[in-house]
């Protein structure tokens, strides 16, 4: 029988965001050379909503883009092919400071797409990592700058992220 | 809904929901061919041999840059300079470029069910690039491909395929396809290149191109395939044009919106009037371009393995 706790509510979702973003805006002073890009599906309305409050931090726009990985994976022939979703980089990343957004950190590998497939696109200056929940785990040298929250899993839990457009949702922790 | 297919050997054994996948899958590797860098590297590594045992340019230049955008290595292989000259049988020769550890086989070959042979007899994925007069199934999925993207739906549209059907792999493909995606299909063409028995395949069969064009939303023409048939299936070329050619004055009778396709090499002044090959309302250079996308999304979903699809 699974049993499912909730580790992070539609509050401390939006408490943990609000702390990433002035973490994000007290790393980098120049604040005009951030931009936020979300991984699908997860890190993807995760980069809109630390877009928004970014924006109101600096009071200026903050560019948000989406950056879909599939393509860069290294376990293509392993499972079965990944649904491919839609890259939107309306913005030049040559330069910047990116910060890949992601909901949940596990392995790595993930991100290490993520590196190659923005590297198609530019050569930013810097690249931060920001996620809302890092599970442990990891197979690559690969550590997160921000964190909403570290969970101490076993390999066979899942964590699974729900999250509408408007930013209402939570986070569960399933064990088997 | 995930692909599970270790071949694409023909459209007629996909499901609705398989093609989609296909043309959704597709959509992104159109724009990948957008960027500044159109190469990814989904299947670096991998080795993939185009066997064309059949002359073709489009479709053969399709496949190899499909197969390097994906960052393959590629083996390309035609009839003229092979030991099919020697007398080595095609098992032979796919047996030993097997030896080479090859992932893929794209095969084109002008014996219908090449391809279905030879993925019994090889562990390679198996892709079907042609085979005689039975299935060109890339070409129906980016057929699919460029009308979805077109007309924002297939489900219900009116489709009119013209022109030598009989002789035609590219017709029995787009007649699976979309029919299995909710067109109406019609064809038209000489009754004795379009007979009756294609009814059978769920479309409707008609010999008077007017009433076959006038209410299509696409019409897809097809070129007449002189290198297939036995005998003289029409008086002239001349009469053909005539009878079944797309000119301004046909044109002129169809919905304004009416979409003009053609799998190409296309025949001037045959079955289409220049200008018309030329005009807004032809699609013909973008299937060359959506078909480029197909045939990367085709590449990219055989080469997924048995796993699960969760992909975290």
Same mark, same amino acid.
């Given at each position: 029988m699974p049993e499912t706790t909730v580790i992070l509510d539609a509050v401390a979702i939006q408490r943990a965001l609000t702390r990433i973003g002035h973490e994000i805006a007290e790393r980098n002073e120049?604040?005009?050379d951030v931009v936020l890009v979300g991984i699908p599906t997860g890190g993807v309305p995760l980069a809109r909503q630390l877009g928004n409050i970014l924006s109101e931090i600096w009071k200026q726009p903050v560019p948000v883009g989406t950056l879909d990985v599939s393509m860069h994976r290294d376990d293509l022939d392993q499972r079965a092919a990944p649904k491919i979703h839609p890259t939107i980089i309306?913005?030049?990343?040559?330069g910047k400071t990116v910060v890949l957004v992601d909901d949940v950190l596990f392995s790595g590998r993930t991100i290490r797409a993520a590196m190659d497939a923005l590297n198609d696109f530019g050569r930013p200056r810097k690249i931060q990592l920001a996620v809302l929940v890092d599970r442990g785990h990891r197979e690559l040298p690969i550590k997160a700058d921000f964190v909403g929250k570290n969970v101490p899993t076993a390999l066979e839990e899942k964590i699974s992220l729900r999250l509408a457009e408007n930013g209402e949702g939570e986070v569960l922790l399933e064990r088997k | 809904m995930t692909w599970h297919r270790k071949?694409?050997?023909?459209?007629?054994?996909?499901?609705a929901d398989e093609i989609t996948i296909v043309l959704d899958t597709a959509r992104a590797f159109k724009a990948v061919? *957008?960027?500044?860098? *159109?190469?990814?590297?989904?299947?670096?590594?991998k080795t993939v041999v185009n066997l064309f045992v059949e002359p073709s340019t489009r479709t053969r230049i399709s496949f190899e840059l499909a197969e390097q955008r994906l960052s393959a290595d590629i083996i390309n292989f035609s009839?003229?300079?092979?030991?099919f000259k020697k007398g080595e049988t095609l098992k032979d020769t796919a047996r030993n470029l097997e030896a080479l550890?090859?992932?893929f086989i794209v095969i084109r070959h002008s014996a219908s069910g090449t391809p279905h042979f030879l993925s019994r007899v090889l562990g390679a994925h198996v892709i079907n690039a042609g085979d005689g007069a039975h299935e060109h199934p890339t070409q129906a999925l980016l057929d699919a491909f460029t009308i979805r993207e077109k *007309?924002? *739906?297939?489900?219900?549209l009116n489709v009119t395929i013209l022109g030598d059907?009989?002789?035609?792999r590219v017709a029995r493909s787009d007649i699976w396809a979309l029919t299995k995606l909710g067109a109406k299909v019609t064809l038209c063409g000489p009754s004795t290149l379009v007979p009756?028995?294609?009814?059978?395949?769920?479309c409707r069969v008609t010999h008077d191109v007017d009433e076959a064009i006038r209410d299509a939303d696409i019409i897809n023409l097809l070129r007449i395939q002189h290198e297939r048939? =036995?005998?003289?299936?029409?008086?002239?070329i001349g009469e053909y044009t005539q009878l079944f050619g797309l000119n301004k004055a046909r044109l002129a009778?169809? =919905?304004?919106?009416a979409l003009i396709m053609h799998p190409g090499p296309i025949n001037r002044g045959v079955e289409i009037d220049s200008e018309i090959a030329d005009?807004? =309302?032809?699609l013909i250079l973008e299937q060359v371009t959506n078909g480029l996308a197909v045939r990367m999304a085709v590449l990219f979903l055989l080469n997924g393995g048995k796993g699960p699809q969760e992909v975290a």
């Open positions: 120049v604040s005009a309306p913005f030049d990343v040559t | 071949h694409l050997l023909d459209i007629e054994s996909l499901t061919g *957008k960027r500044t860098i *159109k190469k990814v590297p989904a299947l670096r590594g009839t003229e300079a092979s030991s550890n090859a992932d *007309k924002g *739906k297939i489900a219900g059907i009989l002789y035609s009756k028995t294609f009814e059978q395949m769920g048939q =036995r005998k003289t299936m029409f008086p002239s009778r169809t =919905r304004p919106d005009c807004a =309302r032809s």
